[in-house]
């Protein structure tokens, strides 16, 4: 079992960033994929980035430029900075882990105002 919680996430203005966090209770360093996903209102969950634990990593076109995805082993935590923000990136973002099955987080707003 993988428990996954996300912070960071809050209101901000178009053309701000934020910096989302998302620890883990287990050792991430062997976790082949971990990410991030959002949901807004009346859309279906969508993958916004992820990473392996060898470095690659993958982004949604629409945030590509704009967001960067990060982890660090040592404090078992996945980064989301996410920059110039859009108000279409308003929804709820969760973190997510491969480990052949797939454990959530409970995930966080991230509202942007226009």
């Known amino acids: 079992q993988v428990q996954l919680v996300e912070s960071g996430g809050g209101l901000v203005q178009a053309g701000g960033s934020l910096r989302l966090s998302c620890a883990a209770s287990t050792r991430i360093f062997s976790i082949n994929v971990v990410g991030w996903y959002r949901q807004a209102p009346g859309k279906q969950r969508e993958l916004v980035a992820r990473i392996t634990s060898g470095g690659i990593t993958n982004y949604a076109d629409s945030v590509k430029g704009r967001f960067t995805i990060s982890r660090d082993n040592a404090k078992n935590t996945v980064y989301l900075q996410m920059s110039s923000l859009k108000a279409e990136d308003t929804a709820v973002y969760y973190c997510?882990?491969?480990?052949?099955?797939?454990?959530w987080g409970q995930g966080t707003q991230v509202t942007v105002s226009s």
């Open positions: 997510y882990a491969d480990i052949g099955p797939i454990y």
